[in-house]
């Protein structure tokens, strides 16, 4: 008996089920054709995600860089802090999706 990824939510299953027990697709239905065309939608979500949680770093980044140079924040307060904090967080998760979604373009 193999473990496999269930198609429809990559869940570990056995390759000898015939439904899903996490999301109850059933197994034995399904053909190549269908087993493509859910490769595809799931290749596009994942895409899509991808690309929000990227425009979120881009928001928390500009957000933070904004507000402390065009607030003229002081050093030291919690805003500053604040401020600092999401930028450079905003940035490390911009760069760490953009790395991944470049990887992900590239896999076929
Ligand atoms: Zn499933």
Known sequence: MAVINCPGCKKKISD?????????????????EKMASLN????????QKLMNYSFVAMLLFCGGFLFM?????????W???????????GFIMYIVIRIRLLFFKRQK
């Open 16 to 32: 000898k089920a015939k439904q899903c027990s996490h999301c109850n697709m059933i197994l034995a239905d399904l053909d190549a």
């Open 40 to 47: 595809r939608i799931n290749r596009i979500n994942q895409g």
């Open 69 to 77: 140079f065009w607030d003229n924040v002081e050093q030291g307060t």
């Open 79 to 89: 805003q500053h802090t604040t401020a600092m904090a999401c930028s450079a967080l």
